[in-house]
């Protein structure tokens, strides 16, 4: 069983930047595709960005695009990186976990792929 625990969130002015980790409590890490999912208040949630057990990045959603990275290391930790925020940047940020089942291919952006998540990290925006 995985847990996985975002920290990092918080209170950032419009234009600044955010920086969020998500640490994995499991040996096999090196398994699991890794995504970041956000939930705004009243919205589902939307997909934000993928990295795959190799370090691979799938597109990033088009409402983060050019203003967000993601990566991994070998501590068990995946990490969000988001720039120039925008009060629509506030939700809360979970990341997921997706154990390979046997493919390479599956919908990244579809959050019931995911077998892990975090409780999640409150990020807001102030104008």
């Known amino acids: 069983q995985m847990q996985l625990v975002e920290s990092g969130g918080g209170l950032v002015q419009a234009g600044g930047s955010l920086s969020l980790s998500c640490a994995a409590s499991?040996?096999?890490?090196?398994?699991?595709?890794m995504g970041w999912f956000r939930q705004a208040t009243g919205k589902d949630h939307e997909f934000v960005a993928l990295?795959?057990?190799?370090?691979?990045?799938t597109p990033f959603a088009d409402s983060v695009k050019g203003r967000a990275s993601i990566s991994r290391d070998y501590n068990n930790t995946v990490y969000l990186e988001m720039n120039s925020l925008k009060p629509e940047d506030t939700a809360v940020y979970y990341c997921?976990?997706?154990?390979?089942?046997?493919?390479?291919?599956?919908?990244?952006?579809?959050?019931?792929?995911?077998?892990?998540w975090g409780q999640g990290t409150q990020v807001t925006v102030s104008p």
């Open positions: 997921a976990a997706r154990q390979w089942r046997g493919s390479d291919y599956f919908d990244w952006d579809d959050r019931r792929e995911y077998d892990y």
């Open positions: 499991i040996r096999t890490f090196g398994i699991y595709d």
């Open positions: 990295i795959s057990r190799y370090g691979h990045t």
